[in-house]
């Protein structure tokens, strides 16, 4: 007889897988959505920045990191000088403290800091420090970003600002305004829409304000602003790069060039002063350069014929073509400072004066990476206000075959050789073509007459010395017997 109890059973069994499966499809949606909020907050947390990868000489990397109840991971450099590490010490320490006025005490979510440095150099001395930061404190759904730079010159520990890169006077916000516009309304993005492209235009504006944070990385000036400054939308630029070339008429002096610091000298000068006793000696000088053409043909004959001259260089062609200096520096010549106009120092006033002396100067350390030791003042004019500002020997001449006018090689050639005695100090000009032909013939023709050719430094080196505003124009040896 059917009494239904084997049904019930198996309703019983049925109920039970039910409720089985129902209690296994709750555990994995719970699994789910844990995976998925797991998923979300590591999305939000970036991962842990990396020191920077290359070797940057007297620079360590140091980190803060702290993992609970917040994610903290802050890298931040170490130099060689105190007063750059306290600047950095104390941007740190601010970052830091701000972070921990939004910790709320007992959460288990402390939120999370990460700092990630980049290091950048213009030279050996001036360094450039980015730091990218993410913020999100405790209990925030999203985070932010913000971006700092800082810019040293780790000789001094003096901290650059934008306008340190710039002359006084000059309006360096006009002219970044301008190259920054220009260069970003080219982007695809802003040449589709008007709007953004008026944002470009506003964010860009010839105001500090819009140009705050820079880098310098090499020969670029490079710019960096919050996203929202330049456009509306993800693709809005951050960064633009410019050229320092673009800049050079506003540069500070010091910016023109990297400073080679460190540079190692020129090979050991086979030259020394008691090789040179008895000998008959003479200098070879060339004014008013370096010439575009002329000087490297010169420094090509100088480089076949074995011999040594002295450069005097003007500061405002050196600005131009600092290769050529500093080629004749490394290939032992001696880079003399002729000022940087070729004005009359004794029409000048003191401070004008002082300009013209000591930016020639300057310019010529930081392409050579030696500062020169000599200096001859433009058409050998000089009193005692140019011998006061001198700070090397002021070497004139005792033979000038006036090549400037006549710019006739044969003419220079035969009037060296009609007049050279030992110790002359020779003047030419190498801005000209017929001196470097007479220049070529002068070299074997003097050697063959038993002539040593000396840089300046290597003659007076030999015969007494100078000191700094002292007047040379020869140096001839002890007279025979």
């Not at 000489?57 to 140091?62: L, N, P, Q, R, T």
């Not at 006033?349 to 200096?375: K, S, Y």
Request: aromatic share 8%; proline share 7%; hydrophobic share 40%.
């Amino acid at each position: 007889m059917y009494d239904g109890r084997g049904d019930d059973r198996i309703l019983s069994r049925l109920r039970g897988k039910k409720l089985l499966l129902e209690i296994l499809a709750g555990c994995v949606a719970v699994a789910l959505v844990v995976l998925v909020v797991a998923y979300e907050q590591s999305a939000r947390r970036p991962a842990r920045p990396s020191p920077p990868q290359e070797a940057m000489e007297g620079i360590a990397v140091d980190c803060v990191s702290e993992w609970k109840p917040a994610y903290v991971s802050v890298y931040y450099p170490r130099t060689e000088n105190e007063q750059a590490d306290k600047a950095v010490q104390a941007f740190v320490d601010g970052k830091l403290a701000q972070f921990k006025q939004g910790a709320r005490p007992g959460a288990k979510d402390g939120g999370e800091l990460t700092v990630s440095l980049k290091v950048t150099r213009f030279d050996d001395d001036i360094v450039s420090f980015l730091f990218r930061s993410y913020t999100r404190c405790a209990g925030e759904a999203g985070g932010r970003d913000e971006l700092d730079t800082m810019t040293f010159d780790l000789s001094t520990g003096e901290r650059y600002e934008l306008a340190s890169l710039f002359r006084g006077g000059g309006d360096y916000l006009k002219a970044l305004s301008r190259l920054v516009y220009d260069e970003l309304q080219s982007l695809a993005f802003y040449r589709a829409s008007e709007p953004e492209s008026a944002l470009l235009r506003k964010g860009t504006q010839a105001s500090a304000e819009n140009f705050r944070e820079f880098a310098l990385d090499g020969d670029t000036l490079r710019l960096f602003f919050p996203p929202a400054q330049l456009g509306s939308g993800p693709n809005a630029a951050d960064r633009c790069d410019i050229p320092l070339a673009a800049l050079k008429s506003l540069l500070a002096r010091r910016f023109l060039l990297p400073r080679r610091g460190g540079v190692e000298p020129p090979e050991p000068d086979p030259l020394k002063p008691e090789d040179l006793e008895g000998q008959k000696l003479i200098a070879l000088t060339f004014d008013d350069g370096p010439h575009r053409v002329n000087t490297p043909r010169l420094l090509d004959i100088l480089e076949a014929e074995g011999v040594r001259v002295t450069f005097f260089v003007l500061g405002c062609n050196a600005e131009t073509l600092p290769d050529i200096p500093r080629r004749a520096a490394d290939g032992g010549h001696q880079v003399a400072s002729h000022t940087w106009h070729h004005k009359d120092l004794t029409k000048l006033g003191a401070a004008q004066r002082r300009a013209e002396i000591e930016d020639t100067a300057a310019l010529l350390e930081h392409i050579t990476g030696l500062r020169p030791t000599a200096m001859r003042p433009p058409y050998g004019a000089q009193n005692e206000a140019v011998r006061a500002a001198a700070d090397t020997p002021l070497i004139l001449w005792s033979i000038d075959p006036v090549d400037w006018k006549t710019r006739d090689a044969d003419k220079t050639y035969a009037h060296v050789m009609a007049h050279v005695r030992d110790g002359d100090i020779i003047l030419l000009h190498d801005i000209h073509a017929p001196t470097i032909d007479a220049a070529e013939k002068l070299i074997p023709a003097l050697k063959a007459q038993g002539y040593i050719f000396v840089t300046v430094d290597q003659l007076l080196a030999a015969r007494g010395g100078a000191a700094p505003g002292e007047v040379v124009m020869k140096r001839p040896g002890e007279p025979e017997e």
